[in-house]
């Protein structure tokens, strides 16, 4: 007489499920609350894992884990794994500032000197993260020179409906600028309570529906936008873009001091233009130094998200208004910047875990 197959219980797979761990913060995805929809039919048992990211770069893993994991138990037949994702807040509830109704995250990109490059990798990892499933959204908050419009390829006038500002789309992110408003090449010449004034419109006079992550394309150095944007909204973070050179290293450190007395915590460090990989000869050239921008992070004590190399077709997509991540999705460099922004999205996701909910994570 053949052995009955014993029932599976919710238990059971839950207890099987324990090993699937989540690898930033060292915990299981059944404590953590990731696991959704169980049902059990038959022997087939379905369930959801709900990372708090769309950009986690261990997601398939994690399915494959979780997959084998409950396959073992006696009398299952067959397992299907969905894996979604839900991003959470990063800002502790009960600020001095209210949120935007519907937007998650603000992320503010900035960089203590010109010329580093911030706009490019603003640009290149919201559109990864777009590229993800996230729901992004993108300010140029550099409100003398707006570049946003040329970096993404938009050529358009802002429209309204009611009273409210309906943002440009491009390559899945939303998008407001003042480059959409200014006269041609004409000069903005404003003073602080101007720029106060642009800075809360942009926020909370456009319609932006539902958003994971708002990227704030920030001016460069430590001035008004910053102090006008800590003023008007609660900021998740940010990210701090810098070169190997010393000088630009100097200004990094100042950026950062800026965040840190507006309470606003570092999400990272990138180190851009760290080296140039010549396609001809398959060498790497350390142009302006290479490694200062890890140095830094570990000096300041913030997360080093990653070096992007100096590579032409950066350049060419970004006078196109085709980012790389889009272009050249393979090469290196394209890699580099989906680095980056599973690294940002996973330290949102951790500071959301921390700041609030015990059941959240990066995935």
Sequence with gaps: MTEPVPAISESAVLDALKVVTDPD??????????????GIADGAVSFAIELTTPACPVKDQMRDEARAA????????????????????AVAPG???????????VIAVGAGKGGVGKTTVAVNVAVALARYGGRVGMIDGDVYGPNLPIMLG???????????IVPAEKHGI?????????????????????????VRQ???????????????????????????????VPVSGAIVVTTPQTVSLADSRRAVAMYRKLDVPTLGLIENMSYFACPACDQESDIFGRGGGNAVAEELGVPFLGQIPLYEPIRVGSDRG?????????SPAARAFVQVAERAAAQVSIASYESAAPAASTG
């Design 174 to 198: 939303r998008v407001v600028s003042m480059g959409f408003l200014a006269d041609g090449d004409a000069p903005i010449i404003w003073r602080g309570p101007m720029l106060h004034g642009v």
């Design 202 to 232: 942009f926020f909370q006079d456009v319609r932006w529906g539902e958003l994971d992550y708002l990227v704030v394309d920030m001016p460069p150095g430590t001035g008004d936008v910053a102090l006008s944007l800590t003023q008007t």
């Design 25 to 38: 913060l060292g915990r299981d995805i059944v404590s953590l609350g990731f696991v959704k929809n169980l």
């Design 154 to 164: 938009i050529d358009a006038q802002l429209s309204s409906e009611g009273r409210k």
């Design 322 to 330: 085709t980012p790389i991540v889009t272009t050249e999705p393979d």
């Design 95 to 105: 600020g001095e500032r209210a949120p935007i109704p519907g937007i998650r995250n």
């Design 70 to 89: 409950v396959a073992a138990l006696p009398g299952v037949t067959g397992v299907d794994v969905q894996m979604t994702a839900s991003v959470r807040s």
